[in-house]
Protein backbone atom coordinates (compact mmCIF):
# COMPACT_ATOMS: atom_id res chain seq x y z
CA UNK A 1 0.00 0.00 0.00
CA UNK A 2 1.58 3.33 -0.85
CA UNK A 3 1.56 5.38 1.89
CA UNK A 4 3.94 8.25 4.00
CA UNK A 5 4.51 6.62 8.05
CA UNK A 6 5.69 8.58 10.47
CA UNK A 7 7.06 7.34 14.33
CA UNK A 8 6.38 7.96 16.79
CA UNK A 9 2.44 8.91 16.46
CA UNK A 10 2.47 10.11 20.40
CA UNK A 11 5.83 11.61 21.86
CA UNK A 12 5.90 13.64 25.18
CA UNK A 13 9.25 14.86 25.94
CA UNK A 14 11.14 17.35 28.63
CA UNK A 15 12.84 20.67 27.21
CA UNK A 16 16.27 19.98 25.82
CA UNK A 17 16.32 16.10 25.38
CA UNK A 18 16.79 15.59 21.95
CA UNK A 19 14.29 13.99 19.62
CA UNK A 20 13.89 12.39 15.87
CA UNK A 21 10.94 11.97 14.63
CA UNK A 22 10.87 9.96 11.42
CA UNK A 23 9.15 9.73 8.12
CA UNK A 24 9.25 7.29 5.41
CA UNK A 25 7.70 7.04 2.19
CA UNK A 26 7.44 4.12 -0.12
CA UNK A 27 6.38 5.63 -3.26
CA UNK A 28 9.68 6.36 -4.65
CA UNK A 29 8.45 10.21 -4.36
CA UNK A 30 11.13 13.03 -4.97
CA UNK A 31 10.08 15.56 -3.19
CA UNK A 32 9.12 15.88 1.15
CA UNK A 33 8.12 18.06 3.51
CA UNK A 34 7.57 18.88 6.88
CA UNK A 35 4.68 20.87 8.84
CA UNK A 36 3.68 21.66 11.92
CA UNK A 37 -0.15 22.42 12.48
CA UNK A 38 -1.67 24.76 15.17
CA UNK A 39 -4.31 26.32 15.80
CA UNK A 40 -5.64 28.88 13.81
CA UNK A 41 -2.40 29.04 11.95
CA UNK A 42 -3.24 26.25 9.52
CA UNK A 43 0.10 24.02 8.30
CA UNK A 44 3.08 25.49 8.56
CA UNK A 45 6.44 24.48 6.39
CA UNK A 46 9.51 23.91 8.10
CA UNK A 47 11.66 22.22 5.78
CA UNK A 48 11.19 20.77 2.49
CA UNK A 49 13.48 18.22 0.50
CA UNK A 50 13.57 18.25 -3.87
CA UNK A 51 15.95 14.84 -3.48
CA UNK A 52 18.00 13.09 -1.83
CA UNK A 53 20.73 15.49 -0.04
CA UNK A 54 19.10 18.56 -1.57
CA UNK A 55 16.93 19.94 1.79
CA UNK A 56 16.08 23.99 2.37
CA UNK A 57 14.06 25.89 4.66
CA UNK A 58 10.47 26.29 5.14
CA UNK A 59 8.58 29.50 6.89
CA UNK A 60 9.40 28.05 10.28
CA UNK A 61 12.42 26.24 10.90
CA UNK A 62 14.36 27.78 13.46
CA UNK A 63 14.90 24.93 16.46
CA UNK A 64 14.69 22.25 14.02
CA UNK A 65 17.19 19.52 11.79
CA UNK A 66 16.72 17.36 8.51
CA UNK A 67 18.29 15.24 6.64
CA UNK A 68 17.64 13.44 3.25
CA UNK A 69 20.48 10.56 2.72
CA UNK A 70 17.98 8.40 0.89
CA UNK A 71 15.43 8.75 -1.05
CA UNK A 72 12.37 7.19 1.28
CA UNK A 73 13.30 9.02 4.35
CA UNK A 74 13.21 12.17 6.03
CA UNK A 75 13.87 12.63 9.83
CA UNK A 76 12.99 15.68 11.52
CA UNK A 77 15.10 16.42 14.65
CA UNK A 78 14.59 18.48 17.65
CA UNK A 79 17.96 18.67 18.97
CA UNK A 80 17.04 20.96 21.91
CA UNK A 81 13.41 20.81 22.12
CA UNK A 82 11.65 23.75 23.96
CA UNK A 83 7.94 23.78 24.84
CA UNK A 84 7.06 26.35 21.99
CA UNK A 85 7.85 23.28 19.57
CA UNK A 86 4.80 21.39 21.32
CA UNK A 87 2.39 21.09 17.98
CA UNK A 88 1.07 18.40 15.73
CA UNK A 89 3.78 17.81 13.19
CA UNK A 90 2.85 16.04 9.17
CA UNK A 91 5.00 14.65 7.21
CA UNK A 92 4.31 15.07 3.36
CA UNK A 93 5.85 13.58 0.20
CA UNK A 94 5.19 14.38 -3.72
CA UNK A 95 6.35 12.88 -7.15
CA UNK A 96 7.75 15.85 -7.84
CA UNK A 97 6.67 18.81 -5.82
CA UNK A 98 5.33 22.28 -6.40
CA UNK A 99 7.29 22.17 -9.52
CA UNK A 100 4.48 20.39 -11.17
CA UNK A 101 0.95 20.07 -9.91
CA UNK A 102 1.94 17.08 -7.95
CA UNK A 103 -1.08 16.56 -5.13
CA UNK A 104 0.80 15.72 -1.63
CA UNK A 105 0.58 12.73 0.25
CA UNK A 106 0.23 13.54 4.16
CA UNK A 107 1.11 10.76 7.04
CA UNK A 108 -0.93 10.36 10.19
CA UNK A 109 0.77 13.12 12.05
CA UNK A 110 3.08 13.00 15.24
CA UNK A 111 1.48 15.44 18.33
CA UNK A 112 4.42 16.27 20.35
CA UNK A 113 4.34 17.71 23.76
CA UNK A 114 7.68 19.63 25.15
CA UNK A 115 7.33 19.89 28.67
CA UNK B 1 5.47 36.18 -1.64
CA UNK B 2 2.14 34.03 -2.15
CA UNK B 3 -0.72 33.91 0.79
CA UNK B 4 -3.67 31.74 1.11
CA UNK B 5 -6.61 33.33 2.69
CA UNK B 6 -9.30 31.32 4.02
CA UNK B 7 -12.01 34.46 4.92
CA UNK B 8 -14.05 32.54 7.47
CA UNK B 9 -12.48 30.39 10.39
CA UNK B 10 -15.89 28.63 11.21
CA UNK B 11 -18.92 28.21 8.96
CA UNK B 12 -21.95 26.42 10.45
CA UNK B 13 -24.69 24.62 7.80
CA UNK B 14 -27.97 22.59 8.58
CA UNK B 15 -27.76 19.11 7.09
CA UNK B 16 -29.01 19.45 3.02
CA UNK B 17 -28.23 22.99 2.55
CA UNK B 18 -25.56 23.82 0.43
CA UNK B 19 -22.00 24.74 1.39
CA UNK B 20 -19.37 27.61 0.53
CA UNK B 21 -15.87 27.97 1.98
CA UNK B 22 -13.84 30.54 0.89
CA UNK B 23 -10.20 30.92 -0.39
CA UNK B 24 -8.58 33.47 -1.93
CA UNK B 25 -5.25 33.87 -3.08
CA UNK B 26 -2.37 36.36 -4.20
CA UNK B 27 0.27 34.22 -6.38
CA UNK B 28 3.14 36.34 -9.35
CA UNK B 29 2.49 33.26 -11.21
CA UNK B 30 0.55 30.49 -12.59
CA UNK B 31 -0.56 29.18 -9.71
CA UNK B 32 -1.45 24.83 -8.84
CA UNK B 33 -4.39 25.16 -5.92
CA UNK B 34 -5.58 22.83 -3.80
CA UNK B 35 -8.49 21.80 -0.90
CA UNK B 36 -7.47 19.05 2.11
CA UNK B 37 -9.70 17.84 4.17
CA UNK B 38 -8.59 17.12 8.08
CA UNK B 39 -11.14 14.91 9.96
CA UNK B 40 -11.08 14.88 13.88
CA UNK B 41 -7.70 13.56 14.67
CA UNK B 42 -6.81 12.29 11.01
CA UNK B 43 -4.35 12.99 8.38
CA UNK B 44 -5.35 15.12 4.92
CA UNK B 45 -6.53 13.86 2.44
CA UNK B 46 -6.92 15.82 -1.08
CA UNK B 47 -10.52 17.10 -1.90
CA UNK B 48 -9.43 18.43 -5.62
CA UNK B 49 -6.93 20.36 -7.32
CA UNK B 50 -6.97 23.00 -10.06
CA UNK B 51 -4.13 22.55 -12.67
CA UNK B 52 -5.29 25.08 -15.33
CA UNK B 53 -7.32 22.52 -17.64
CA UNK B 54 -10.84 23.21 -16.45
CA UNK B 55 -11.73 26.58 -14.07
CA UNK B 56 -14.41 24.24 -12.40
CA UNK B 57 -12.93 21.22 -11.05
CA UNK B 58 -15.07 18.51 -9.40
CA UNK B 59 -13.61 16.42 -6.74
CA UNK B 60 -14.57 13.94 -4.08
CA UNK B 61 -17.84 13.27 -2.00
CA UNK B 62 -19.64 15.76 -4.07
CA UNK B 63 -17.09 18.77 -3.40
CA UNK B 64 -16.44 21.43 -6.15
CA UNK B 65 -14.44 24.53 -6.66
CA UNK B 66 -14.20 26.95 -9.15
CA UNK B 67 -10.76 28.77 -9.83
CA UNK B 68 -11.38 32.68 -11.13
CA UNK B 69 -8.09 34.42 -12.07
CA UNK B 70 -9.56 37.57 -11.92
CA UNK B 71 -11.06 37.35 -8.37
CA UNK B 72 -7.80 35.24 -7.38
CA UNK B 73 -10.55 32.94 -5.62
CA UNK B 74 -10.50 29.55 -5.55
CA UNK B 75 -14.27 28.69 -3.33
CA UNK B 76 -15.16 25.38 -2.59
CA UNK B 77 -18.88 23.90 -2.48
CA UNK B 78 -21.48 21.14 -2.10
CA UNK B 79 -25.14 21.11 -3.38
CA UNK B 80 -25.89 19.73 0.06
CA UNK B 81 -24.09 18.84 3.38
CA UNK B 82 -23.86 15.60 4.71
CA UNK B 83 -23.01 15.36 8.58
CA UNK B 84 -19.90 13.42 7.51
CA UNK B 85 -18.49 16.59 6.08
CA UNK B 86 -18.04 18.72 9.74
CA UNK B 87 -14.28 18.63 9.09
CA UNK B 88 -11.83 21.57 9.11
CA UNK B 89 -10.94 22.17 5.27
CA UNK B 90 -7.35 24.03 3.93
CA UNK B 91 -6.86 25.63 0.90
CA UNK B 92 -3.36 25.31 -0.28
CA UNK B 93 -0.82 27.00 -3.39
CA UNK B 94 1.86 25.92 -5.01
CA UNK B 95 4.16 27.35 -7.18
CA UNK B 96 6.85 25.66 -9.01
CA UNK B 97 9.22 28.64 -8.63
CA UNK B 98 9.24 28.51 -5.44
CA UNK B 99 9.21 25.10 -4.16
CA UNK B 100 6.84 25.38 -1.53
CA UNK B 101 3.27 24.98 -0.60
CA UNK B 102 1.30 27.15 1.63
CA UNK B 103 -1.59 26.78 3.34
CA UNK B 104 -4.58 28.75 4.31
CA UNK B 105 -4.96 28.61 8.21
CA UNK B 106 -8.07 26.90 7.88
CA UNK B 107 -12.19 26.45 7.59
CA UNK B 108 -14.05 23.93 10.22
CA UNK B 109 -17.22 22.93 8.90
CA UNK B 110 -19.69 22.54 11.07
CA UNK B 111 -23.07 20.26 10.08
CA UNK B 112 -26.22 20.33 12.32
CA UNK B 113 -28.70 18.10 11.96
Known amino acids: EAQVTQNPRYLITVTGKKLTVTCSQN?????MSWYRQDPGLGLRQIYYSMNVEVTDKGDVPEGYKVSRKEKRNFPLILESPSPNQTSLYFC??????????????FGPGTRLTVL | AQSVTQLDSHVSVSEGTPVLLRCNYSSSYSPSLFWYVQHPNKGLQLLLKYTSAATLVKGINGFEAEFKKSETSFHLTKPSAHMSDAAEYFCVVSEGNFNKFYFGSGTKLNVKP
Open chain 1, 92 to 105: ASSPLGPRTTDTQY
Open chain 1, 27 to 31: MNHEY
